[in-house]
């Protein structure tokens, strides 16, 4: 026979949340204030299906995104996959390098003479949307170990995909797609992404590019909950911060966590909020 939660017991254990991670977020600001900081922390990247963008230049990928998509390629590699455009798509371009063999004025080993590939301009690619193709599914990837709160960014309509993005990126979101894309098992840039999402759904996004305070909300957010789940990130999450404060002084840095502390909390409460997951 299924027994039903004491109504009172689950509120008191929300509660006790709460004040477990408000406890937490005052720590990580009170810490990220003084010299007292733990080293940076390195994260592993997922192996994930390869997507050919995941090699092009931070330019074009920046195209992508202003495309509305996470995935573009030219119509013979979606063929290649077993996808094919629609009737009717428009492509974008990106922009590719042209080079060509020059010699060079040595000679090999071998006595032949020694050639060098040599940039000499760009041509325009065309490459199609993966919302602008049908066809076979992408082979995804799918976390060892998934990340708690999961069924929160469901309440808010973000969809979560793992997938490889540009070097030096380990998450992102699009809101207008309703995205958020991870390229690490690292719970704290799911719990930063989240906290993005959530964070916007109160505070619209100003324009375009990372906004320092935005940023700040989302990794004292991600902190906290790393914290309450037992993942500590205080080294990455301080040096983080520090480059949107374009400072190394720990007042500073501090004096940032202080300004958007309420909207911080706003947004740990959008997660206390969430039905608990079934």
Known sequence: MQTTENPAQAVGQKESWRE?????????????????????CAMALINAPEKPSSKWSMGNQILMILAGTADARAYKQWTEVGRHVKAGAKAFRILGPVLIEKPLETIGSDG?????????????IPVFRYEDTEGEELPTYKPRDPPPLLHV??????????????????????YERQVITLATEDWTVFFHELAHALHRSFEPKSGHGQEPEAETIAQLVAATLARVYGKSADGFSWTYIASQAGTGSPQQVGRMCMRVLDRAKRVLDLIYAAPAQP
Do not use: C, H, W
């Open 20 to 40: 477990k991670a408000n406890l937490e977020l005052d720590k990580i600001v009170q810490l990220f204030s003084s010299t007292q900081l733990p080293d940076m």
């Open 153 to 174: 960014a469901d309440r808010f309509g973000m969809r979560v995909n793992y997938m490889r993005l540009s070097a030096g990126v380990y998450g992102m979101t699009d």
């Open 112 to 124: 032949e003479e020694e050639t060098a590939q040599v940039l000499v301009g760009f041509r325009a």
